[in-house]
T-cell receptor, first 111, second 114 residues
Framework: DPKIIQKPKYLVAVTGSEKILICEQYLGHNAMYWYRQSAKKPLEFMFSYSYQKLMDNQTASSRFQPQSSKKNHLDLQITALKPDDSATYFC??????????FGKGTRLTVV | QQQVRQSPQSLTVWEGETAILNCSYENSAFDYFPWYQQFPGEGPALLISILSVSDKKEDGRFTIFFNKREKKLSLHIADSQPGDSATYFCAASWGSSGSWQLIFGSGTQLTVMP
């Protein structure tokens, strides 16, 4: 059974629209993350949360907003979507700052 | 700038051979180095990791060799199997400082021929 659930697996969006990527983890971890992987760049850190508190933000654009409604949830809202946002977005979690485990990803295509 | 570099970009070995994947880094403050394995359509899976206080870490067929002075490490996969064909990512962070981000290399695509 997957312990980090990401929904949806695939997502197609129109330029300028808004989407929310869902992530839930059932590993009992206190930290959650978002990473992005595209053909042009290696896996890229975006955000980290610990106990629902933002710890680090390496995303330059405010169009990307994480949302944590519960300790084991960390959704990612993306507004004003652009074709350059097309990538696979991975949610991850860990207990403290090491041993990071990744979900299967949401592949986003912006047309 | 690329803080973590991997080579080669792609590697082909025969079944039973040892595959050697290389990684180097720039920031001497990095002290935690995990390796991830990724199959197409899947997320990266933690394979093995090492702290900078060690120079070697073994787990079954997988061994990390670490050279702190040269800021280099390598992943050796002994007795390579076709099922090991995947992309391997080296990553680094300030793990002991409670850093919250992993810096990834661009990966090595490994193909093991039967």
């Amino acid at each position: 059974d997957p312990k980090i659930i990401q929904k949806p697996k695939y997502l197609v969006a129109v330029t300028g629209s808004e989407k929310i990527l869902i992530c839930e983890q059932y590993l009992g971890h206190n930290a959650m993350y978002w990473y992005r992987q595209s053909a042009k760049k290696p896996l890229e850190f975006m955000f980290s949360y610990s106990y629902q508190k933002l710890m680090d933000n390496q995303t330059a654009s405010s169009r990307f907003q994480p949302q944590s409604s519960k300790k084991n949830h960390l959704d990612l809202q993306i507004t004003a979507l652009k074709p350059d946002d097309s990538a696979t977005y991975f949610c991850a979690s860990s207990q403290d700052a090491t041993e990071v485990f990744f979900g299967k990803g949401t592949r986003l295509t912006v047309v | 700038q690329q803080q973590v570099r991997q080579s080669p970009q792609s590697l082909t070995v025969w079944e039973g051979e040892t595959a050697i994947l290389n990684c180097s880094y720039e920031n001497s403050a990095f002290d935690y180095f995990p390796w991830y394995q990724q199959f197409p359509g899947e997320g990266p899976a933690l394979l093995i990791s090492i702290l900078s206080v060690s120079d070697k870490k073994e787990d079954g067929r997988f061994t990390i060799f670490f050279n702190k002075r040269e800021k280099k490490l390598s992943l050796h996969i002994a007795d390579s199997q076709p099922g090991d064909s995947a992309t391997y990512f080296c990553a680094a962070s300030w793990g002991s400082s409670g850093s919250w981000q992993l810096i990834f290399g661009s990966g090595t695509q490994l193909t093991v021929m039967p």
